[in-house]
């Protein structure tokens, strides 16, 4: 073995000393070339060192959320834990300099002194020459605007850091919020939520607009007294801002408790539903501003009819997705190929967020019901491997998501430029989203008890109050226009709240759910447990949803809204049209007679006749 | 049902009512505030618009692929059938004006005019004034360098979409290229790569060497007899980037047909491997040059030495990254939650790319080294659960990421700005690129001859030198500085070489394979065939790789550069060291004498007493 191992490094040495050799003939450099390569080095450098930093925090966050897990310790979640991490980091960066790119910033006007600016164009073209005597020498740079950051001509020296670690809202955007909001839909436990659709749909529409208004006039009340000049609208962005509760840190506390699945579902449907409304709102009500200074009466109807245009056509538009995939996927053998198979689902279910977005509707909303036909349907077409890759892709990706999401929250406390701060404001809006929670949960509460059997108990009614964690999407919403002095305070009051409720009522919602009595765990009758987190429990519950009869028979909660005709033709047209449905039913019964069917048919007929 | 659903509309609408009210309030608004949202919309919808036109193209081509294997029409695959298409919509880009931004761009100076400007600032501030009498109104706007955008001054107008769909070299290094690589690493065949890993090294090390100094020293000789301007170092680079062949087409036509394993294990381990040896071949040269003008011999050894540094240093830190991980899910219980295990293996095999990019080693070698080291070791030791998941994970993820680059590569040929074609040097360069591979392929073989057995035979070479596709990491070394015209000219030459290898050796394999006479599908007897890449076969193949004594007791190919060593080390130390074993290793012998160990030892001796 030697002396052949012996040639080959001869081999080598002599192969190497060829290439040197070689290197001999190096050319003379132009030295603008050099220094742009230079500095697009040390850019690659300190991008690389961002991103490993917020890698390495969150393999920290992981690490400790095992821990925490491991050692059962309650007190702090992991959206908290990101958060205090976050918080931690951007203290860092902020006192020890870390991470402070030298980068050198002057000042610019257009070489046509005619020229009147109403807008910010797009590029800028700089010439740099190389010496002064030289024509050919000289080089053009175009530089972008960047976006969402306008500067205070007085305050010129602080923006340096900022714009490294700001990382653009398209990006919040596009790239990560989607398949949070993806997953959401797709692991909806649909059994606890169909059979609360109606109370979670009141709780969302009619809840988070009286949240938004509530909050907003109590805020313009209050800065009127104190002549913080605040116009009432601003506030109103704020207020339905502000109204999109989280579902991350409730939703991991509830699954570890095991509390009363009904309570649950309402709770996290109302989570998860109300961002896609809050985005609407918020929209609605920015861009009618926009458009118009005199306000009459049917541009009022014409946004809120906007509203409604939008939030219904993104429905619609996600659930059409979501269908074509199911029916693709039933149509074609593309089981036979799992790669493929589940690389389609990803993009169809990107498609119809991007989709949204193109023509103008709200990809958060497109993009969750397209989540929801996702497991609804297509789930039972797909191959057994696409559908564990499918659930555990999504369930990753938006815990990374999430994860991220958080950590930069607690950075940009400390980093970003676009953050004023303002104490009085930010009390005054601790008071009134708690005032406007309150204010819609109770009444609410007190009149869906009308018809719901059970109904929903004190105790319960106090803890989705306490639920109503703020995050991932109130900051987005904050975030994404910063500029004016008020948004930047809108921004910070929104950033303290996140943190506060989420490291507070997160903290304390093992002891609020112990305090108030709320049924968990053990307590609750094996019936009615919370379905398992495990993949074969999440799997069974995926795949049976709505043919199992028990969802209406059992619990008549919420008949009062319940969509029966639409469990009717789901079941009668919908399943059989986009689904292989379950063999049980296509091969043992003759078509068209299936149980199901015969079932809802009769429960109808039942059903009218009790109401 | 019906009363009650009324009274709910009526809410409703009383709610909505209410909601239309507060919204008479309409401040007044700012319009440089304005001109910025609506910029910023416009903006959003321009990115959105983009990503659905790449995103609904990959949803084309996985349909295609899927109708394409499905019928077995093996001429085009996926990979060709992706640049096919990124044609396509290129040519649809450039002359149906589709996505045109129409952008505004002005020249602009310092204000300070005494400032001498060498090279360019990172951040330009440019005023812009609402109405001139009005100081208070004016705002700053921030403007950031565009990388790698370097503009003629005579050609002005040019520059409007390529601005646009131009994607950053950042993304594709940092975000799409290392899943691609840990996939390629982590996915690797062991048992035949590591049954032909001297002959593999052989090809990555002194056949990219080789081959980089043929192409540019013929391209040198060539250009200097046409007396086109190139320099030498110029070349080279383009000689070692060029170097870097394509696994991804050769790899999905071999698996198809099922080609000898021998055969692919050494196109693919060499087409694997050799990415990270052209990364850092294209970087010490471009460095060499620029820190020095003037050569000296110790300058050429120093840079001979960091081309090794760099190299083995780069594997050993992706190593240690994924022992590292073995560890943790050795020691920890944290297999018990499947979601933190998974996405702690993404953050660590991630984390080694990073920290090797910021301490300024090449992170594709580190992380090919980690992903092979978490098959290796950390695959063991994780639950089913996880094992599938990444394992579907980093398919699905580098699965859509090739497909994103191939797709752009075909883009960019119409649209790209950085690109400038010269068909004799691409003719040139065509005719160095297939003598260099044959140059060193052929002499390499019979020296590896010597030695090997069974030998590699003619045909085989013949197949080798054929499937030499370029591809993705070609194209973003060739693309990731063109700030002069040679290296324009070098990066469109590129492109046309990527996609003529592509679609000419790519979509003929099948017939070269037939032709030249190679074994494949049932040719091949049992024992030999290719490991099925079902996920079952592939997940075995895994769990048990060093431990069947096969790998050399049936097959004594290589056994002049096999590390036996290593194998002993691996077997007796890392094996148990770093994972859980297997069971049967654990549990039926007492510890220490392992059948394995066992075998190496008394193998060695003999092997050492044959020698």
């Known amino acids: 073995m030697r002396p052949s191992r012996e040639r080959f490094t001869k081999l080598l040495l002599f192969f190497g000393s060829l290439f040197i050799g070689t290197l001999c003939v190096a050319p003379k450099h132009d030295p603008l070339d050099t220094a742009a390569q230079r500095r697009a080095e040390a850019l690659h450098r ?24 491991h050692y059962r310790f309650r007190f702090v979640h992991e959206s908290g834990l990101t958060l205090i991490y976050g918080l931690l980091i951007g203290f860092c960066i902020k006192y020890f ?110 809840g988070t607009t009286v949240s938004c208004l509530v909050t907003g006039i109590l805020l313009f009340v209050l800065t009127k007294i104190f002549a913080m000049g605040f116009a009432f609208q601003e506030l109103l962005v704020f207020g339905a801002l502000i109204s999109a509760t989280d579902p991350v840190t409730v939703l991991s506390v509830f699954t570890e408790m095991r509390v009363e699945p009904d309570l649950f579902a309402l709770v996290f449907g109302e989570s998860a539903l109300n961002d896609a409304v809050a985005i609407v709102l918020t929209n609605t009500i920015d861009s009618f501003s926009m458009s118009t200074e005199t306000v009459d009466l049917n541009a009022l109807l014409g946004a809120a009819l906007n509203f409604l245009y939008v939030f219904f056509s993104s429905l619609l538009l996600g659930s059409i997705v979501g269908c074509l995939t199911a029916l693709l996927t039933k149509l074609t ?77 607690g950075v940009s406390v400390f980093v ?31 009149f869906l008890n009308l018809k719901r059997r059970p109904r929903i108990a004190k105790n319960y009614q106090h803890m989705i109050v306490f639920s109503g964690l703020r995050g991932a999407m109130a900051f987005a919403l904050a975030d ?119 079932f809802f048919t009769s429960d109808r007929q039942m059903a009218g006749g009790s109401l």
Chains 1, 2 share one sequence.
């Open 333 to 409: 053998h593309i089981a036979d190929h799992s790669l493929l198979e589940t690389s389609l689902f990803i993009l169809f279910s990107y498609v119809s967020f991007l989709l949204a977005e193109v023509v103008q509707l709200t990809g958060i909303v497109a993009v969750l019901f397209c989540g929801i036909c996702q497991a609804h349907y297509t789930f039972n077409n797909m191959s057994e491997e696409s559908r564990a890759t499918t659930k555990q892709f999504f369930h990753v990706i938006s815990f990374l998501s999430e994860s991220f999401i958080f950590c930069y929250i």
């Open 97 to 206: 300099d870390i991470g402070l790119w030298e980068s050198t910033t002057i000042d610019v006007a257009p070489t046509n002194v005619t020229l009147q600016l109403r807008e910010p164009p797009d590029y800028l073209r700089l010439e740099v020459k190389e010496k002064e005597q030289s024509q050919a020498q000289s080089v053009s740079f175009h530089y972008e605007l960047i976006e969402g950051f306008y500067a205070d001509k007085r305050k010129k020296d602080e923006q340096k850091i900022e714009q490294k670690t700001a990382f653009s809202p398209e990006i919040f955007f596009n790239i990560l919020l989607p398949p949070i909001i993806f997953n959401a839909g797709y692991s909806l436990k649909k059994r606890n939520f169909f059979r609360n659709i109606g109370s979670i749909l009141a709780f969302v529409f009619v």
């Open 480 to 598: 994404r226009n910063t500029a004016t002095e008020n948004k930047q305070i809108i921004c910070a009051t929104t950033v303290a709240i996140v943190v506060m409720t989420v490291l507070f009522n997160g903290g304390l919602s093992n002891w609020m759910i112990e305090k108030l009595g709320i049924k968990h765990g053990d307590q609750i009758p094996n019936e009615y447990s919370l379905p398992r987190t495990d993949s074969a429990g999440e799997e069974r519950e995926m795949i049976e949803p709505v043919t199992t009869p028990t969802s209406s028979g059992q619990n008549p909660w919420d008949k009062a809204f319940l969509p029966r005709k639409w469990y009717n033709f789901d079941a009668n047209f919908m399943k059989p049209l986009l689904t292989h449905a379950n063999p049980s039913l296509m091969d043992t019964m003759p078509p068209f007679t299936w149980p199901i069917a015969k």
């Open 46 to 69: 300190l991008d690389t060192l961002i991103l490993l930093t917020f890698i390495s925090v969150l393999i920290v966050i992981v690490l400790t959320a095992w821990l925490f897990k």
């Open 416 to 446: 970003a430029g676009n953050q004023k701060w303002n104490l009085p404001f930010l009390f005054f809006a601790m008071i009134a989203i708690w005032i406007a929670r309150a204010v819609f949960v109770y009444p609410l509460c007190a």
